[in-house]
């Protein structure tokens, strides 16, 4: 094995301007109190998170629906090594959920206890507040 003379940097904190001019509807839902996917007008696929052009025949003739707020996960994992940026946070549970619309949502899952989440269990989908104060979404028990 090779070894190279290294030197250990200071970690990096980068923040930068995110452009949303095309997905900007969606964080105008949130505001709203909805969570919004794209529906692909030519061939009816409905996309999340939201695509300003279709990923299945690349059209941009796009509507934007809320998505159903309740479905099952499908698989979850409880995060106790955190990336740098959720450091703050104490560790988390992130869920996959196949909403009744057919579409997969990946979010953390709060208020419940690590033991009591199963495969299959019923969630619901809301927008929620950051604990940095920036809206988002994630999944509660029903
Ligand atoms: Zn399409």
């Not at 949303?20 to 409905?46: H, M, N, P, Y």
């Not at 990923?55 to 995060?79: A, K, M, Q, R």
């Not at 009591?116 to 988002?136: D, H, Y």
Request: glycine share 4%; with cysteine.
């Amino acid at each position: 094995m090779l070894t190279i003379p290294t030197l250990k940097s200071k970690p990096i904190n980068l923040s930068y301007d995110i452009p949303i001019s095309r997905t900007k509807q969606f964080w105008d839902g949130l505001k709203e109190g909805k969570v919004l996917a794209t529906k692909c007008k030519k061939c009816g696929t409905l996309n999340f998170p939201p695509a300003a052009d279709c990923p299945n025949c690349y059209s941009s003739d796009i509507e934007w629906i809320p998505l159903s707020s309740e479905g099952e996960i499908e698989t979850f994992t409880h995060v106790i090594v955190k990336p740098q940026s959720f450091q703050e946070y104490e560790p988390y549970t992130i869920v996959i959920v196949k909403l009744k619309d057919n579409v997969r949502v990946l979010a953390w899952l709060t208020d419940t206890l690590i033991e009591n989440i199963k495969v299959g269990m019923k969630v619901k989908l809301q927008v929620k507040k950051s604990q940095e104060g920036v809206l988002t979404y994630e999944f509660t028990p029903i």
